[in-house]
C-alpha cells in the first residue's frame, strides 16, 4: 500500500516518471517452465482400472460396472 502511494505521488511531482514491472530473471522463468513441463508429463494418461470417457457418454453405473470388471479380470 505504501509503495503505491509513493509511486502515485512521485508522478504527482513528475509526471514523466515512468513506473515498470519487475522483469524476472530468464533462469528463474526456466525452472518455472521445467517444474510445470514435469506436473504435466503424466495428465492424460491413462492410470490401471480407470476407465475413461471423455465424451461422458457412459453413466456412472456403466463406468463403475466397466471398472469392475476390469479389476476382476486383471485389468487390460
Known amino acids: 500500500m ?6 502515485v505521488l512521485l508522478q504527482w511531482v513528475d509526471p514523466s516518471v515512468q513506473v515498470c ?9 526456466e ?8 506436473a504435466m508429463e503424466d495428465m492424460g494418461k491413462p492410470q490401471p482400472g480407470r476407465i475413461v470417457d471423455p465424451w461422458g457418454s457412459l453413466s456412472d453405473a456403466q463406468r463403475e460396472a466397466l471398472e469392475r470388471g476390469a479389476r476382476r479380470s486383471g485389468g487390460q
Open 2 to 7: 505504501m509503495k503505491e502511494v509513493l509511486i
Open 31 to 38: 525452472r518455472a517452465d521445467e517444474r510445470s513441463a514435469r
Open 21 to 29: 514491472a519487475p522483469v524476472e530473471a530468464p533462469e528463474a522463468v
